[in-house]
């Protein structure tokens, strides 16, 4: 060694971890196939399947050859083992540490009846994975889960006094753990140490009667159990097609198992999808008796695109669908109810990469052009591993083993945190983002600004109020632009078409769907509309106004106001003309007016295909029946198939006369019994028909200090419906009085239908309407429902879904409220902050999932009544909308914008078009 000042400098060189775990791979490999010939017959499958793949497709080669995966296909594995105790468990945390594997991800198999908890031992930089993929999928013994409590003593001792590591081993590691590595010689001596701790033990460590005691428990207690050591159970090769390497197992006479585990086959694959022989009966000597254990058994696995938090979302729906056997008649077998629900879900990679739902690495061409591959699946799924274990241990499931959540004891054993497999993946997309956006952040920003002048680019220190939406979104933006014309807006499509940057079109963003939100990628540009507010022009004669799309609901209704008009659409947001087409905004008074597709007379928008062309569909005309109504397809469909630049609107004479209530009910049957008799005989006036509960209206007068309870001696009844009477007729020219025609109404029912009434002014009643939203935000974290359902089954719906969530999670407030008349009903709930247990929002999508199933399956209504599709809810239209009603949207969708690089909603598949 050389002498650095008074401090000795070591030169000897440290093997990498790297390849100190490519050796123990290949001689973990080349030891399993000798004591399992079957494992052998495996890689010949796979290397015949995968030389097969890359020679007859072009496009799996390309991306293989693109990632430099060749020589890693041939190596990539992964293995299982279980052990028994923490200080195993921990121990194997430093001995694969050694080979730079640290703990991903957190598996608790216990809900699928195996009684483990679990962990993947890893490498996770992007480099080190390239170089040797090696990955250990490792399961700690739960004993709490054994009920027997005198066989969960004698396990515990057991265990206690085996030691699965030789003493060499533990002290190279305590080298590595000193001196920061091993060089080559004993990095030799520590891959031929740790190899024996996998090996197969022929030998019980205990009796054939204590065996199987512990088999009776669980199969899988007795194998973590009887045995000296873990035994490595199963190491998989990775192939291009698995359906296909199942195929060959099958014709070679390999007993593979009749479903693949994971995801139906796709043209591009996702996740993990595993298949194997089942496991091998095996001579065992249990102290002096001959005997046999099943344990170990081959597999193969295909990996595909590492799926994003909203992705995982969407596949575990899909999953549920399928495992749900209220199967339709003729997909009654679990594979085919699993390819029909995944139909639902994008089957290319740039749906994948535009809708958030796989995760990518970004890098910029020598060209300047922002490409994007798929990051690969590095992981495990829970549903696939349990499934496996349960397939392998004895083909028909165990019992359910009851097990709470246990991730911190778990981590306490093994002596580490356990990473988040998701953030990994997260970190590395953002990172690659960075890198290239570095490059080409600045060229794109600078080409726009060409175009629209300083002023219509945002500072990326006043971007906030672009980048979070009203309620849900809140990401990152490559930069935010602000055309002031048609003219400019379609150069900008055309520039970000040139750079195939994304575009997220916004208007007033005070939609609640997330859908004018840019994604947390940072590889999005913010089109505002804000500044396109120049030409704002009434035909009174016509009862029209033509307005640009910034131009908002209060300055519309401004303008109307000075000729007796107005847009009759009651929000309490103020969106902006393009927002209200591409939302459909309706609004309290729909069931007089009705929504913006009512009002809409024509449409000037920016095409995406060819990029830049403007277009006009549809006149200033009530009648113009000529043909298709294309002004249509920018209805509801959020910017997914070109900007609306300009909108005329159908208006209307401002109400004369209003006359409002807020009435009490006799019973919820009472309610639609109402509803009727208003619109049978009160019609003509009908503009309104709200419902408003109880926890509502006390949330609402408890949270809005101007606010009063309009109910005598501070009494709130069960459930309220606030109704409003309009009529464009003066009472000096009809003699009709809308106030009193409201109070004999009434009068008629009361002690029938009516309960209670409080005829009151109207601003003063429907500020009670509009408070109840903030108020359900200052009561907790809200959880919002905007559903609609056939009236005659809304309030059963109400009945039903309150119960379910008084019975499932009490600690939930429903604070629900509605329009009643047109079936809409906010169905909001309240997770209060001071509430047990803490918000968490993997309940929260359970109870999104759960609703929405009872909405759309058993009540036949809709889970977006008038919220429209957007980031936030996508994964539901996937789940719920038909795949024929998919698949011509894909064709309608994909005829508008063939690149699919527009907007933040998919609305079908991309190959349908």
């Known amino acids: 060694m050389m002498m650095n000042g008074n401090d000795p400098v070591k030169t000897t060189a440290f093997v990498s971890t790297d390849e100190i775990r490519n050796l123990f791979s290949t001689a973990l490999s080349e030891m399993y196939r000798r004591e399992t010939p079957l494992y052998g017959t495996l890689l010949d499958i796979v290397r015949q399947v995968n030389e097969s793949v890359l020679a007859r497709e072009p496009l799996p080669k390309q991306r293989v050859d693109a990632k430099g995966e060749s020589p890693r296909l041939g190596v990539e594995r992964h293995g299982a083992i279980r052990v028994g105790t923490a200080r195993e468990l921990s121990n194997l945390r430093r001995l694969f540490a050694v080979m730079g594997m640290v703990p991903v991800g957190y598996y608790d198999l216990s809900v699928a009846g195996v009684p483990v908890h679990s962990t993947a031992f890893r490498p996770i930089s992007p480099e080190a994975l390239a170089r040797s993929p090696f990955r250990v999928f490792t399961s700690l013994l739960r004993l709490e889960l054994i009920d027997d409590d005198d066989l969960r003593e004698t396990a515990a001792q057991i265990l206690s006094k085996r030691e699965i590591f030789t003493q060499r081993v533990l002290s190279l590691i305590d080298v590595h753990e000193a001196e920061g590595g091993l060089d080559a010689a ?176 970004y890098s910029l061409t020598d060209g300047g052009e922002l490409t994007a591959d798929p990051i690969t699946y590095e992981d495990f799924l829970p549903v696939s591993a349990a499934g496996i274990f349960q397939s392998n241990l004895g083909g028909t499931a165990q019992k359910h083993l009851a097990g709470r959540w246990a991730k911190s004891t778990f981590e306490a054993a093994l002596g580490a945190e356990v990473l988040d497999e998701m953030r990994l993946y997260e970190e590395e997309e953002r990172a690659s983002l960075v890198a290239a956006h570095a490059r080409l952040g600045t060229s794109i920003a600078s080409a726009l600004q060409a175009i629209v002048g300083k002023e219509g680019i945002v500072e990326e220190e006043d971007m906030a109020p672009y980048l979070k939406g009203a309620r849900y979104g809140c990401g990152r933006a490559l930069c935010v632009v602000r055309p002031s014309s048609a003219e400019q807006l379609a150069r900008v499509i055309v520039q970000c078409a040139r750079e195939r940057v994304q575009v997220i079109p916004q208007g007033a963003n005070t939609g609640l ?238 002690g029938g239908s009516v309960a209670d009434a409080v005829l009151g002014r109207s601003d003063d009643l429907w500020r009670l309407r509009h408070g109840i939203g903030e108020a359900t935000r200052l009561l907790g974290h809200p959880i919002t429902f905007d559903v609609c359902l056939p009236r005659s089954k809304l309030m059963a719906f109400r009945a039903n879904a309150s119960a379910l969530i008084h019975e499932r999670w009490p600690h939930l407030a429903v604070v629900d409220f509605g329009h009643i008349a047109d079936g809409g009903l906010h169905f909001n709930l309240a997770w209060p902050a001071a509430a047990s247990p803490a918000y968490d929002a993997s309940v929260v999508r359970e109870v999104r999932d759960v609703i929405y199933d009872m909405v759309v399956n058993d009540f036949d209504g809709s889970f977006s009544a008038e919220h429209g599709i957007g980031p936030h809810n996508i994964a539901f239209y996937r789940v719920h909308t038909p795949p024929r009603t998919l698949r011509i949207a894909g064709r309608l969708q994909s005829l508008m914008d063939p690149a699919r690089v527009w907007g933040g909603a998919d609305f079908g598949p991309r190959e349908a078009a």
Request: with cysteine.
């Open 513 to 750: 769907v997330g859908a004018s939100s840019p994604d947390d990628t940072g590889a999005q540009v913010v089109l505002s509309l804000g500044r396109m507010r120049s030409h704002c022009e009434v035909d009174a004669a016509n009862r029209t106004i033509t307005a640009d799309a910034g131009v908002l609901l209060h300055e519309l209704n401004a303008a109307l106001a000075l000729h007796g008009l107005c847009l009759p659409i009651d929000l309490g947001a103020d969106p902006s003309v393009g927002g209200m087409v591409a939302a459909n905004t309706g609004g309290a008074r729909l069931i007089r007016w009705g929504d913006a597709r009512r009002h809409l007379l024509a449409v000037e928008a920016v095409l995406f295909d060819p990029p830049g062309e403007i277009v006009r569909f549809g006149k200033a005309l009530r009648k113009d029946n000529t043909g298709f109504d294309l002004k249509q397809l920018f209805v509801g469909t959020a910017g997914a198939v070109g900007v609306v630049t300009r909108a005329t609107f159908e208006v209307h004479h401002m109400a004369q006369q209003t006359a409002t209530a807020l009435i009490t009910p006799s019973s919820d049957e009472a309610v639609l019994k109402l509803l009727e008799d208003f619109e049978s005989e009160l019609g003509d006036f009908l503009a309104a028909f709200e419902g408003l509960s109880r926890a509502a209206i006390q949330a609402a007068v408890g949270h809005v200090p101007t606010l009063r309870n309009p109910f005598q001696g501070d009494t709130v009844p069960p459930f309220a419906i606030l109704v409003e009477l309009q009529s464009r007729a003066t009472t000096a020219a009809t003699g009709l009085n809308l106030s009193k025609l409201l109070g004999d109404f009434l009068e008629e029912r009361f």
């Open 186 to 361: 004993r990095a030799q001596d520590f891959v031929a140490e740790a190899i024996k701790t996998f090996r197969w033990h022929g030998e019980a460590s205990v009796t054939r009667s204590t065996y199987q005691r512990m088999h009776d428990a669980h199969r899988l207690v007795a194998d973590v159990v009887c045995f000296r050591g873990p035994h490595i159970n199963h190491l998989t090769p990775r192939t291009l097609d698995i359906d296909a390497a199942q195929a060959e197992m099958l014709r070679r006479g390999v007993c593979a198992k009749e479903t693949i585990e994971g995801p139906p086959r796709r043209k591009v694959p996702i996740l993990l999808r595993q298949t194997s022989f089942k496991a091998l009966e095996e001579d065992v000597q249990f102290a002096g008796e001959e005997g046999a254990h099943t344990a170990r058994f081959g597999e193969i696995e295909q990996r595909g695109i590492a799926l994003t938090r909203k992705g995982r979302m969407l596949y575990d729906a899909l999953l549920a669908k399928a495992l749900d056997t209220r199967a339709e008649a003729g997909s009654t077998s679990y594979p085919n109810r699993l390819a029909k629900a995944f139909e639902s879900f994008p089957d290319d990679l740039e749906t994948l990469r535009r809708e958030g739902l796989g995760f990518f690495r």
